[in-house]
T-cell receptor
Framework: KAGVTQTPRYLIKTRGQQVTLSCSPISGHRSVSWYQQTPGQGLQFLFEYFSETQRNKGNFPGRFSGRQFSNSRSEMNVSTLELGDSALYLCASTVRGAGGQTQYFGPGTRLLVL | EDQVTQSPEALRLQEGESSSLNCSYTVSGLRGLFWYRQDPGKGPEFLFTLYSAGEEKEKERLKATLTKKESFLHITAPKPEDSATYLC????????????FGTGTRLTVIP
């Protein structure tokens, strides 16, 4: 089974621009979560989508938004980019089993804001 | 408030020198505790999930254990390829599925 894929892998933007990142979960997984990883804050939860609905949201400003499509692919958008938005953005696909659930991460999109 | 503290921040071991990484947590009801390995420039790779105190899981040279307040990741006879950042995360019983991560332990194994 293919893993979680994220595109693009690298992005360079300037302050004030907006950016859209894409994530395709593992086939058959309907839950997608997004995280931001920075050296200072570590991994922080952005939001989770399940069956095209946002189910949970972390403590990030409204400039960060997302959506999920009927094929479970998800996008996240950051508007009016700030220097502090430079980070590795990770997408995770959740599988639920008898013992609980596990999140499998993609390789991430490295965003640099200049 | 959920909190995860990992120690040490960095650890250097000689090849074959066993050690343990610590993850202390505070959460309003633990649904699960997760260990991940992350190599530079890559996404976290799932290692283990632990659900209740006393539970242990093993994979190759790694063994994870869980108590009511902390988890340990024991590394036995490490090899250079075990060098990575090890992340601990908790999931609360609140119903939300998000993981709350610690800042990780950066492990370097010297040949």
């Amino acid at each position: 089974k293919a893993g979680v894929t994220q595109t693009p892998r690298y992005l360079i933007k300037t302050r004030g621009q907006q950016v859209t990142l894409s994530c395709s979960p593992i086939s058959g997984h309907r839950s997608v979560s997004w995280y931001q990883q920075t050296p200072g804050q570590g991994l922080q939860f952005l939001f989770e989508y399940f069956s095209e609905t946002q189910r949970n949201k972390g403590n990030f400003p409204g400039r960060f938004s997302g959506r999920q499509f009927s094929n479970s692919r998800s996008e996240m958008n950051v508007s009016t980019l700030e220097l502090g938005d430079s980070a590795l953005y990770l997408c995770a696909s959740t599988v639920r089993g008898a013992g609980g659930q596990t999140q499998y991460f993609g390789p991430g999109t490295r965003l640099l804001v200049l | 408030e959920d909190q995860v503290t990992q120690s040490p921040e960095a650890l250097r071991l000689q090849e074959g020198e066993s050690s343990s990484l610590n993850c202390s947590y505070t959460v309003s009801g633990l649904r699960g505790l997760f260990w991940y390995r992350q190599d530079p420039g890559k996404g976290p790779e799932f290692l283990f999930t632990l659900y209740s105190a006393g539970e242990e899981k093993e994979k190759e040279r790694l063994k994870a254990t869980l108590t009511k307040k902390e988890s340990f990741l024991h590394i036995t006879a490490p090899k250079p390829e075990d060098s990575a950042t090890y992340l601990c995360a908790v999931q609360a019983e609140t119903g939300a599925n998000n993981l709350f991560f610690g800042t990780g332990t950066r492990l370097t194994v010297i040949p």
